[in-house]
């Protein structure tokens, strides 16, 4: 790893370091998360984008540590919270992370509710669980965080079930009920997939905003480029449980230097130009079980075309561009990054 | 545009709703289902029976006597030498026939007057307050005779519902036997509940090994043929003891051979409650096991269960009364449901006495009402049908 390139860790709020998350299933040991190290810094938002199955999601639940024992392991690597290895901690001191210190937002608006309670009593439930007050106290606390993601009405909607309210609505109470305790981090995993556009643009200012006021630090996964570019500071693009390229947002969407990356914006449709084909990336993500040989993402590769170095020699994520002041450095997987570098993406 | 959406739903809250839980809307579904109201009413005034039995039932349930035995019941009487008179009965006393069959004779010369809240045998009301009185019955002066001055021969009885063998008063039994009957399956039921849902629960949510381990056990009190298995416990325990040993010994024999299946059906449900988001996310605010399982797990259960105890209540009452039929279960003098009906496996007692199976009666009643209420609230708390009702 060429994690020296980067400048010293200033105020680094977390840092996750060769990550490897393993499920051993029946058929063998699924790679979902093979090695990946990035860092976040205090106030920051950093995007974690790739397609679906490339360990994203897998992730941040290795993060909070609540991937699914049996079958999932976290195999190896570090996870520091403010110098703290999440790993070393025990269950109970874990507990007391989760939620309070960092807190997350689920994909599901629809499902990440208990349809048994009220909202109001769930958000009621969240702070109670970390903060010494009573209950009216938290009932206070609710309502005014439901006033703080907008949500009309929120004194009555507290006593809402989460049959009553709309999508949108119930992401904007997940977030509340998130903020509940004043994270430092928050995560978000595809917290505007099921939304509908208009929504899903409402909750992301509504995130910048609160980013803005709480001074926290977000993890933004998406697979949603235009998401991307609109609301992170840094991009750490994953494949097949690797991550293949990492750089500022500016300097990614200026300038992809991995081919995957690449793909990714040829695939997005553009405005201002008449009828392209979009440019789908041909294939699929490989099966965690079996990565191909080499670089796990040359059976799908338009810069490979069966050169030999590519499906003999896996390659290494390497500083192209060193980090400068507020800028961290531009990193790639790839053995051609330079070619990459050299291809027209029109945005 | 977000302030315009935000004018929108305000307008939209312009109308409130009102906020009702999801067993609110069940309950408005189950309103609607006239079989199951009337079953619950059904249910409501047996219970309310069973409460006031004390004082309901004329006799005590050991008040015998022998001079009465298998006395039909008892007409009681409006009209007296053509005029309408207060209630009365008369005393009767029976010879045999040809055949050895009982041929009742009444005194006709001494009418007996029923009287409302009478005096009679001592209780405690609601095993609470020392009584002596009576919805109705024959003040025990007048029914021997002693105010009219005639010769004290055989006493008048109130049968309504007909006597036994032993002369007792079957109303009476009945009203006191329903103690047994009624209870024995929302006690039973109550233990099934906890045991399957703690086992449930945690066979569920932890998974693995312990999921192993758990469910082969149900599996191993399934195996086993719930009838024999009840007999096989229940003659392998002193034949001798109380009835309320014997009860406390039903209860739980038959809690033991119901909480597995039930486990089974709990476990399934967590197992998939388990993986929904809204778990995930309590995980990620940092909930403890335990107030996930409690919290978000098992209300969530919570509407199968209620559907799948109420029709389980049955069961438990079929079961005492087998179990009692058989002598295996409440003992004479104490009476229950099913050892009243202990009388009637005699075809010719049923044929001459036909009044002794009326506990049969108040069985299938009781278990039909269970079953159309169990009915009613598994289609009111569908969950399905309650989310089309919401949105």
Not at chain 1, 69 to 74: D, E, F, K, L
Not at chain 1, 223 to 234: K, L, P, Q, R, S
Not at chain 1, 327 to 336: D, I, K, L, M, V
Request: hydrophobic share 45%; with cysteine.
């Amino acid at each position: 790893m060429t994690h020296e390139t980067q400048p010293p860790a200033a105020d680094g709020l977390l840092e996750v370091e060769e990550l490897r998350t393993y499920f051993d299933i029946d058929e063998g040991t699924a790679r979902a998360v093979d090695g990946v190290s990035f860092r976040l810094s205090r106030g920051r938002t950093l995007g974690l984008v790739g397609e679906s199955g490339c360990g994203k999601s897998v992730t941040a639940l290795s993060i909070l540590r609540l991937v699914p024992a049996p079958p999932g392991r976290i195999a190896s690597g570090r996870i520091l919270f403010e110098g703290r290895d999440l790993l070393r901690l025990s269950a109970e001191e874990m507990r007391q992370v989760r939620g309070n210190r960092i807190a997350m937002v689920f994909q599901e608006p629809m499902t990440s509710l208990n349809p048994v309670f009220t909202v109001g009593s769930q958000i009621i439930e969240a702070i109670l669980f970390h903060q010494k007050v009573t209950k009216a106290e938290a009932r206070a606390q609710t309502v005014q965080l439901l006033r703080r993601v907008h949500l009309p009405a929120s004194e009555e909607r507290a006593d809402a079930y989460p049959h009553q309210l709309s999508g949108g609505m119930k992401q904007r109470v997940m977030i509340a009920m998130a903020l509940a305790c004043r994270p430092d981090l928050l995560i978000a995993d595809e917290p505007t997939t099921a939304l509908d556009v208009t929504v899903a643009a409402q909750i992301l200012d509504l995130l910048k905003e609160l980013q803005a006021d709480f001074g926290m630090s977000v993890l933004l996964i998406t697979h949603d480029m235009g998401v991307v570019a609109e609301t992170t500071d840094e991009v750490a693009v994953m494949y097949a449980g690797e991550l293949v390229e990492s750089a500022s947002t500016r300097a990614l969407f200026s300038q992809p230097r991995h081919p995957y990356t690449i793909g990714l914006f040829r695939s997005l449709p553009s405005l201002g130009r008449a009828q392209r084909r979009l440019a789908a990336i041909p294939g699929a993500v490989p099966s965690p079980l079996r990565f191909p040989a080499g670089c796990r993402f040359h059976p799908r590769c338009f810069l490979s075309r069966g050169r030999e170095r590519c499906r003999q020699e896996e390659p290494q994520l390497r500083a192209l561009v060193l980090a400068t002041a507020g800028e961290p450095a531009h990193f790639s997987r790839c053995h051609f990054a330079e070619e990459a570098a050299e291809v027209e993406v029109e945005l | 545009m977000a302030r315009e959406e935000e004018n929108a739903e305000k307008r939209v809250e312009a109308a409130p709703r009102p906020s009702l839980a999801l067993w609110q809307l069940g309950l408005r579904r189950l309103r609607r289902h006239r079989l199951a109201v009337a079953a619950f009413w059904v249910l409501v005034v047996l219970y309310l029976m069973m409460l006031c039995a004390d004082f309901l039932a004329p006799y005590h349930y050991d008040n015998e006597s022998r001079q009465h035995s298998y006395s039909p019941p008892t007409p009681v009487r409006f009209v007296r030498d053509g005029r309408l008179s207060r209630p009365y009965v008369y005393a009767r006393s029976y010879t045999f026939d040809e055949y050895r069959r009982r041929v009742w004779v009444e005194d006709r010369s001494r009418p007996v007057p029923v009287r409302f809240f009478v005096k009679g045998d001592a209780y405690r009301l609601l095993g609470l307050f020392p009584a002596e009185r009576h919805l109705f019955g024959l003040d025990r002066a007048e029914a021997s005779g002693g105010s009219t001055g005639a010769a004290p021969g055989v006493p008048a009885r109130l049968y309504l519902l007909g006597a036994d063998a032993r002369g007792r008063d079957l109303l009476s039994r009945l009203l006191y036997g329903s103690r047994v009957s009624l209870t024995i399956g929302l006690v039973g039921v109550a233990m099934t509940f906890v045991l399957g849902l703690l086992v449930g629960g945690i066979s569920g949510y932890f998974g693995g090994r312990t999921d192993v381990v758990l469910m082969r056990t149900c599996e191993m009190f399934m195996m086993i043929p719930g009838f024999y298995l009840m007999l096989a416990l229940r003659s392998a325990l002193p034949p001798e003891m109380s009835s309320v040993e014997v009860y406390v010994l039903l209860v739980a024999i038959m809690s033991l051979i119901g909480w597995a299946g039930f486990a089974r059906v709990v476990r399934g449900m967590v197992l998939s409650i388990r993986n929904r988001e809204y778990v995930v996310a309590a995980q990620a605010s940092g909930a403890s096991h335990l107030a996930i399982i409690v919290r978000h797990v098992l209300p969530n259960t919570a509407s199968y269960a209620i559907v799948a105890l109420s029709l389980s209540i049955p069961g438990y009452i079929l079961g005492e009364s087998a179990l009692s039929m058989l002598g295996l279960g409440i003992q004479d003098p104490h009476a229950s449901w099913g050892n009243l009906l202990k009388e009637a496996m005699n075809v010719a007692q049923i044929r001459f006495h036909p009044w002794i199976l009326l506990p049969g009666v108040c069985i299938f009643v009781t278990v039909m009402a269970y079953n159309f209420l169990g009915d009613g609230l598994r289609d009111a708390f569908d969950p399905r049908g309650l989310t089309r009702e919401a949105g």
